[in-house]
Nanobody, 116 residues
Framework: QERLQESGGGLVQAGGSLRLSCSAS?????????MGWYRQAPKKQRELVAL??????TNYADSVKGRFTISRDHAKKVSLQMNSLKPEDTAVYYC??????????WGQGTQVTVSS
């Protein structure tokens, strides 16, 4: 099992910025295939926001391209810099980790609220 520790989130006005961070504690570095962030807004399905693989390949949802940046600050920590936030970015954001063997883990989630 893996326990992902998230930090960041909160309330911000439209146009503002927030930074989310997440650290893995129980996965050996060589077992990490990818880390990233998903989000789930009320009454909507959970969706991928951004993903970064071990070779630093990134993948973003179309809705956040140019505004959000994902990075691996060190081997077992991932951050999401969110700029130019919009009310539609309001959601619970979940840290995500995928192991090389295929198992997947999510954090408990952190609330991001963007006011108009």
């Amino acid at each position: 099992q893996e326990r992902l520790q998230e930090s960041g989130g909160g309330l911000v006005q439209a146009g503002g910025s927030l930074r989310l961070s997440c650290s893995a504690s129980r996965t050996i570095l060589s077992d990490i295939d990818a880390m990233g962030w998903y989000r789930q807004a009320p009454k909507k399905q959970r969706e991928l926001v951004a993903l970064i693989t071990n070779d630093r390949t990134t993948n973003y949802a179309d809705s956040v391209k140019g505004r959000f940046t994902i990075s691996r600050d060190h081997a077992k920590k991932v951050s999401l810099q969110m700029n130019s936030l919009k009310p539609e970015d309001t959601a619970v954001y979940y840290c995500y980790l995928r192991r090389v063997a295929g198992s997947e883990y999510w954090g408990q989630g952190t609330q991001v609220t963007v006011s108009s």
